[in-house]
């Protein structure tokens, strides 16, 4: 029987959220987050985080439970953005 490589997505995804992800990254989702709190104060939706590039650092909120992600983005969730937040 031969082996792949290729590993099955759900495996991938876990691992990505296991990794690191650079403080820089979240203090620029942090900011996305924040920009979003102060112009849509009066708005109750609260997104489930932010995909964000890992080179030029823009993201986007995103409202679905599963993102699906560019190549290249990572996904940052709220508990992390809101953790040292306040």
Do not use: W
Request: aromatic share 10%; with cysteine.
């Amino acid at each position: 029987m031969p082996y792949s490589s290729v590993r099955p997505s759900h495996n991938r995804q876990a691992e990505e959220s296991s990794m690191f992800l650079d403080p820089n990254l979240i203090k620029a989702a942090r900011r996305i987050y924040r920009t979003y709190c102060n112009l849509h104060s009066k708005m109750n939706r609260k997104p489930f985080g932010v995909a964000i590039d890992r080179d030029t650092h823009r993201g986007q909120l995103i409202f679905r439970d599963k993102p699906i992600l560019l190549p290249g983005e990572c996904f940052i969730h709220i508990n992390q953005i809101e953790a040292e937040m306040y």
